[in-house]
């Protein structure tokens, strides 16, 4: 499928300066005389299919409910208010990738594909935001949509779908085959079918940087080429085995240095990673809880000790317990460096403990950590 433009009067140089991240458009015969590219039958039939990306949703009586795909059966397109949306159809149809060719005014670093939405008379996905921008191109029937740039972002408690619970819409379109509505990031909108209609999505990439930071990393622990190996010849006997020593912590920031970070978070990150405990390790959690009175009542009478299977570190202002890092500082500091020294405390290293470290406590022992000495 070739059309020679998708924006109507629209330049693409016009949209991009005037509209792109901007402000919303509604491009009336963005596609002149436009028709849809596959049928509700062919869609249907890929919604089917275990390499497809499908989702059925439906708003009977009161409530909302999603269905992922593989949808091998569907609600009667004669019931209302029921959706399926079919993700990158361009995929699978050669029309549909031609068409999305024609949105390449857009570089293809952003272009992300084609969803197309079958939807009952009365169906739709709920008032919502998006993240990214889209082009909604109406293909059959109509439907009608409504928007607004709104700061409450509040969602409906208990419901599958990421639904506004405040929806205030400033304005409000009905769509006809060939009309394009486009959306930037962050525009609230919610469309709704008047009776049956399909509506094609032209989604764009926009992955967060802390997405893309992960994906970095994880980019970047496929190229390390560190050498060599952790070494102590001149290693001293020590009266606080459960500190990171001076010794090991240099060597890492000399090696896991170059990787990137700061100092503290080389530091974290050790201490994580050693008192981590093995993959076959597991605590028996405590099964019935107790108040922090209670339990503090029988810690001071009996003390507490580390289970077998706990590993706890410290350095500086942080302790590391089975693989968590928390803060501490004053007497509940000394409290944990001696605990994690001595794997046990007694009743009178115990009377010290603030209510936020009794409670630390509690936390620990309900998951199987520490035990009553």
């Not at 009667?76 to 361009?90: A, D, E, F, S």
């Not at 390449?104 to 008379?121: E, G, H, K, Q």
């Not at 405990?277 to 009175?293: A, G, I, N, Y």
């Not at 570190?313 to 500082?329: C, H, P, T, V």
Request: with cysteine; net charge positive.
């Amino acid at each position: 499928m070739h059309v020679d433009n998708v924006l109507g009067q629209l330049t693409p140089r016009e949209f991009l300066r005037t509209y792109w991240q901007k402000k919303p458009v509604l491009i009336r015969q963005a596609i002149a005389q436009f028709k849809p590219v596959l049928s509700r039958e062919a869609l249907f039939a890929l919604a089917a299919q275990d390499d497809v990306e499908s989702r059925l949703i439906t708003h009977f009586g009161a409530q909302w409910k999603l269905t992922h795909g593989p949808l091998a059966s569907l609600p009667p397109t004669t019931r209302k208010r029921w959706t399926v949306l079919v993700q990158g159809v361009n995929l699978h149809h050669d029309a549909a990738d031609q068409l999305l060719a024609q949105f390449r005014f857009i570089p293809d670093t952003r272009l992300d594909d084609l969803m197309v939405s079958y939807a009952s008379d009365g169906g739709g996905v709920g008032p919502h935001l998006d993240s990214y921008d889209v082009f909604l191109l109406q293909a059959h029937g109509c439907r009608r949509w409504r928007i607004g740039k709104q700061r409450d972002h509040t969602l409906v408690d208990n419901v599958p779908l990421k639904l506004l619970r405040n929806f205030a819409p400033s304005k409000e379109y009905l769509l006809e085959p060939g009309d394009m509505l486009y959306l930037p990031p962050q525009w609230a909108h919610e469309g709704v079918a008047e009776g049956e209609c399909m509506t094609y999505s032209i989604g764009f990439r926009a992955p967060s940087w802390q997405e893309l930071g992960e994906a970095y990393l994880g980019f970047l622990a496929e190229q390390v080429d560190l050498r060599g190996r952790y070494r102590d010849p001149q290693l001293q006997p020590q009266t606080r085995p459960a500190r990171v020593s001076d010794d090991m912590l240099r060597q890492a920031r000399q090696q896991l240095g170059t990787l990137g970070g700061k100092p503290r978070d080389v530091l974290i990150f050790l201490g994580e990673y050693l008192s981590e405990p093995k993959p076959s390790v597991w605590f028996p959690s405590v099964r019935s809880s107790m108040s922090l009175p209670a339990f503090k009542q029988a810690a001071l009478k009996a003390g507490l000790r580390l289970a077998r299977q706990s590993r706890m570190l410290y350095r500086d202002k942080y302790i590391f317990i089975n693989g968590e890092a928390l803060q501490a500082g004053g007497d509940d500091r000394l409290i944990l460096q001696g605990f994690a020294d001595k794997r046990s405390l007694s009743p009178q290293e115990l009377r010290g403990c603030s209510i936020d470290l009794n409670q630390a406590l509690l936390d620990w022992f309900e998951q199987g950590w520490i035990q009553f000495s």
